[in-house]
């Protein structure tokens, strides 16, 4: 009896190990391509991870955070840069008058009467944020912070108002064995919170690894990335309260990360295709990671067509997690590396 019970938790422990690894890309066969054309590189930011654009100017806004550098190390320079798609010249760094350390991960540009705003997800040594910036000559001039405690872990933020937002709660643990367990047994523990004007409440719930987060032009449908689920969540809002309901998922066998939605309502998601290089190229700078770019082109109100408009074996980029299209123009940017990559489509 005792060596049948045996015998069956090394089968299950087996099963689990190989479905975890089959999950994660480990045998999945790459196949690197292109159709992004006249490529260029930025190197000049660290960690590039989210890129946000005011459209009627053709200004990029990209956040950059040191990340192979902790809270103890020298991240002097990290901060929302600014790209002007219509000059060669190189992201500057802006200047702002947060009063504290600005580590900046997901972001969210939104434009009313006629005044630019930033919504900026910063993990400092003091805590979790998003931070709200007005952008006026040339600088971001702090506005607003918003914390609360469900808000353990925000990875992407999409503002619907300038007192109302939804984010992105990659985990249900902050730190330790749960967080841990979180990834690898992919347990559906992150969330969506929404912030109404007065207080934060959850608005979609069991996910997993919920990345990147954004919304249609005519702010109807929010779509969520799962970066351990592999899919695509697409809810509807309602206008009014801001409640979501799930309208249907996306399988894309991959692990994505940031969303972007261009001005033909096409969605472009940066993703990881195998998240356990990804773990060791965050580990090690000298281990590569994959990059991926998918275009999702609408087809029909419950489906996508997909196409992989770059695939890299890291090279070139390594840890893909934000692209945006504007213009004839690709942007890449990447959780770790000093890159933005830049090219023609």
Not at 114 to 142: A, D, I
Not at 221 to 249: C, H, M, P, W
Request: hydrophobic share 35%; glycine share 8%.
């Amino acid at each position: 009896m005792k060596k049948l019970l045996a015998l069956i938790i090394f089968t299950a422990g087996g099963i689990l190990i190989v479905n975890t690894l089959h999950h994660a890309g480990w045998f999945k066969t790459l196949e690197p391509h292109s159709e992004i054309a006249n490529i260029s590189i930025y190197t000049n930011m660290a960690g590039t991870e989210d890129i946000e654009i005011d459209r009627a100017r053709g200004l990029l806004f990209i956040s950059s955070s040191d990340r192979w550098n902790n809270l103890s190390g020298d991240q002097s320079q990290d901060g929302v840069y600014l790209l002007d798609s219509h000059s060669e010249s190189a992201p500057a760094k802006l200047a702002t008058t947060y009063p504290g350390e600005l580590h900046p991960h997901g972001m969210s540009f939104l434009k009313i009467d006629g005044r630019s705003y930033l919504f900026v997800v910063n993990h400092n040594n003091t805590g979790n944020y998003v931070e709200l910036f007005e952008f006026k000559e040339n600088m971001l001039v702090h506005l607003r912070s918003f914390e609360n405690e469900e808000m353990c872990c925000p990875n992407d933020v999409v503002a619907v108002g300038l007192d109302k937002f939804y984010v992105s709660n990659d985990h249900g643990a902050k730190e330790g064995l749960g967080r841990t367990l979180e990834d690898y047994l992919r347990l559906a523990n992150s969330y969506i919170l929404y912030f109404d004007g007065l207080k934060f409440s959850k608005a979609h719930e069991n996910l997993n690894y919920a990345n990147g987060i954004n919304i249609s032009a005519d702010g109807k449908t929010v779509y969520v990335t799962e970066t351990t689920g592999r899919k695509l969540s697409v809810l509807d809002r309602d206008i009014a309260s801001g409640n979501l309901q799930l309208r249907f998922t996306k399988d894309l066998e991959t692990g994505l990360d940031n969303i972007t939605v261009d001005s033909e309502g096409r969605l472009w998601i940066a993703s990881h295709p195998k998240l356990l290089d990804f773990v060791a190229h965050a580990e090690n700078s000298g281990k590569l990671s994959p990059s991926q770019v998918l275009k999702l082109t609408p087809d029909g109100e419950n489906d996508f067509e997909v196409t992989e408009v770059y695939l890299n074996a890291g090279e070139e980029i390594s840890g893909s997690s934000t692209a945006l299209y504007y213009n004839g123009k690709v942007y890449i940017g990447v959780v770790f590396e000093s890159k933005i990559l830049l090219g023609t489509y």
